[in-house]
């Protein structure tokens, strides 16, 4: 019984023990063990893609995935056993100590902006605290900055012996910062869940690419990570944003809506063929009264459009043949009841406009001249004027590339209620709502001959710089309406700007046509009237008038009055009209010369030998010839004048840091590294700042930070 006892006493100590083993190891030593299973052992271990770029239509990046860092620093790596620990730590912070100025140097060298001795407290602070993960340097770093750290002493060691590492991050990049970013789309931050919106989340699984599949295998006493399924990356989508473009609407809108203090501002360029779209913008106002893309507002924004309506109302009425452009309308004094309700114009406090014809009408943006000629043909049948607005496809989405697009709310009799004043305000661009981006679709077709086109963000697929996929133009309508009607409309659009309200839209070189809009914006069951009055004003056209190239919205919604839709919305316009055209402009370079002057440039600082050799061969005038110096370096500086170009000899002194203010890279960095000084170099252009004063005891070694605009 003594032996049996004694045996059970031990298998119940094993046990004990075994159980202890199992959570030490499960517990204290669980970050160790699965450093090892993570070294030793990987199965099926997913390899991303790199997700495709967005290219403008010019084939300039818009938005690329880009590596960024965070390092950081295990001061006890490798530490499993109490000798060993003693040992390892021994001589890691011997190693430390004999490389810690290097490495400091280094760091300052990578992240000037953060000194050696800041480099070097930091580091014994996170070895005094014995820190398995200690971030090195506060911020992301690009996998250039990553490389050049891995080189530095220590830091090139394996994570296991040296304790470097870094924690990867794939962040989308837009080089063009906020320009087009609502269109473009965003991308959550955890990147594998994919985009949010734009074109980003509508061509998400063409940008995404396809995983690959890895698994780590010993060979010949290395472990290799074997590839069993090869990752394919994401394809380029090619957009028809034009950038020159897009930047010219963003800054004329941005401009005046920080002018005015709208709170939301949309512009949409559109090229009139191809219905591709050259340029988006959607401006919101936000909480520190600067201007965001937050929202989709050009495809999204269902609001009654207000007077660009009009230009469709009275294209039914002459398809119809009720009228034609000289049909004249009494409009009064500028006040007309309309079945118990006042329809006004916005000059009735002046008297109104009296008799005008139907071009006049729509110079003027007369709401009694339209909605009196509607009224007066439609009002027994008011569903064959809202199919001859259907016949515009007026009331169709359009189906676009990306997500988020309102569908238009216009509905007739047949589909709603129609009192007897649903008709002439509908006429005039209420009761119906329709986004920015079906307004300027419609105009866009009056340009192109009747053609309606579908908008389209997205032109092509590439992989690997070949096109694998074309998106072609679409069309909607193939024609909206009657040659002769098209003719009409299209001449009185043209006098709109010449001769009425769009005046502001126009301009002395080309010909512009379109609409202004004003309206109201409804506060849906609290109506126009419930307190502040919110206004829509809007300009759409198209130009040059005579062979259109370009159609254009722009849209903006403001608090009080006064509410312009031509001098607000058709300043834009015509900002952006000029601008545009101006961009796309060929002149034969022959006409530039000017044989009676002989212009002086702008010369750099720096040797003048080579510089005087520049000058002459361009035959630009020198007031003096520098002295032969058989090879040797003159250095100096440059003034220019109306005639010439004079140099002068400024000889850097021996031991001073030198001053290579305006000085290109070249000449600056040999300038100073003659010195025995070393060179950080950011920018590119002229050297503006050098970060040790001329004139400086120039210390061997020392590093002097040059920015160059």
Not at 29 to 46: C, G, I, L, P, S
Not at 374 to 393: A, E, H
Not at 493 to 522: E, M, W
């Amino acid at each position: 019984m003594n032996r049996y006892f004694f045996i059970v006493v031990v298998l119940l100590l094993l046990g004990v023990f075994v159980i202890i083993k199992a959570a030490v190891i499960m517990f204290a030593e669980r970050q160790y063990w699965q450093e090892v299973a993570d070294r030793f052992v990987k199965e099926n271990v997913t390899v991303r893609p790199n997700r495709g770029n967005i290219l403008s239509a010019d084939g300039k990046l818009m938005a690329s995935s880009l590596p960024e860092y965070r390092i950081y620093m295990d001061f006890m790596s490798g530490e499993k056993d109490e000798k060993r620990r003693i040992k390892d730590q021994q001589r890691r912070d011997a190693a430390l100590k004999d490389s810690i100025d290097s490495i400091c140097q280094g760091l300052h060298r990578i992240f000037p902006e953060k000194s050696v001795a800041y480099f070097k407290r930091h580091l014994q602070q996170g070895r005094r605290k014995k820190s398995r993960h200690w971030l090195i340097y506060p911020n992301r770093i690009s996998y250039i900055q990553y490389k050049e750290a891995k080189r530095l002493p220590i830091f090139r060691q394996s994570i296991y012996s040296g304790g470097f590492h870094a924690q990867a991050y794939n962040q989308r990049k837009r080089p063009f910062g906020s320009l087009a970013a609502q269109t473009l789309g965003r991308l959550y931050a955890d990147t594998a869940l994919g985009a949010r919106n734009g074109i980003e989340l509508a061509f998400d699984s063409v940008l995404r690419g396809r995983n690959g599949i890895t698994h780590r295998q010993k060979v010949m006493d290395r472990y290799l990570d074997i590839v069993d399924i090869p990752p394919v990356d994401g394809c380029d989508v090619v957009s028809t944003i034009d950038v020159g473009m897009q930047d010219i609407c963003d800054k004329a809108l941005r401009d005046k809506l920080e002018e005015i203090n709208a709170y939301v501002g949309v512009a949409v360029l559109m090229e009139v063929k191809t219905g591709e779209v050259k340029a988006i913008v959607n401006l919101t106002k936000g909480n520190d009264g600067k201007y965001y893309e937050m929202n989709s507002n050009a495809i999204s924004d269902l609001l009654e459009p207000g007077s660009t309506f009009k230009t469709a109302s009275i294209m039914v009425a002459l398809e119809d043949g009720k009228i034609t452009p000289h049909t004249l309308v009494d409009t009064g004094n500028g006040v007309m009841n309309m079945h118990g309700s006042k329809m006004k114009d916005h000059n009735w406090y002046k008297g109104g406009y009296g008799e005008i014809d139907v071009t006049r009408i729509l110079e003027v943006s007369s709401n009694i001249g339209v909605s009196y000629l509607i009224d007066k043909y439609y009002k027994d049948d008011p569903q064959k004027f809202v199919d001859g607005l259907k016949r515009m496809s007026l009331d169709q989405p359009l189906h676009l590339q990306i997500q988020g697009e309102g569908k238009p709310n216009l509905k007739g009799p047949d589909e709603r209620y129609f009192a007897k004043t649903t008709l002439p305000w509908m006429s005039i661009g209420y009761e119906s709502q329709l986004p920015p981006m079906n307004i300027l679709t419609f105009y866009n077709a009056i340009a192109n001959d009747g053609v309606m086109v579908r908008p389209k963000f997205v032109k092509a697929l590439m992989r690997d710089g070949k096109v694998i996929k074309e998106y072609p133009t679409e069309v909607i309508n193939p024609k909206i309406c009657s040659d002769s009607t098209l003719a009409q409309i299209r001449t009185i659009l043209r006098s709109v700007v010449k001769n009425g309200l769009a005046k502001p839209a126009g301009n002395d070189q080309f010909a512009v046509s379109g609409k202004t809009g004003t309206a109201q914006i409804s506060k849906g069951k609290a109506g126009y009237k419930t307190g502040r009055t919110d206004y829509l004003v809007s300009f759409c056209g198209y130009f040059p008038s005579e062979a259109p190239q370009y159609s254009c919205i722009v849209s903006i919604q403001k608090p009080g009055l006064p509410a312009s839709g031509g001098l607000m919305a058709g300043s834009v316009f015509g900002n952006i009209a000029k601008r545009v055209f101006a961009q796309d402009l060929r002149f034969d370079l022959n006409s530039a010369i000017d044989s009676t002057a002989n212009p002086i440039p702008a010369v750099k600082t720096g040797e003048l030998e080579e510089t005087a050799e520049v000058l002459e061969t361009l035959k630009v005038p020198l007031e003096e010839r520098i002295a032969s110096t058989n090879g040797k370096e003159v250095w100096g500086i440059s003034h220019a004048d109306s005639s010439a170009v004079r140099l002068e000899e400024r000889k850097p002194k021996a031991g001073l840091v030198p001053n290579v203010i305006g000085m290109g890279a070249k000449d600056a960095v040999f300038l100073m590294e003659k010195q025995g000084l070393k060179v950080h170099l950011s920018g590119i252009g002229r050297v503006r700042r050098q970060s040790i004063p001329p004139g400086s005891k120039a210390v061997k070694g020392r590093t002097v930070a040059l920015t160059l605009k």
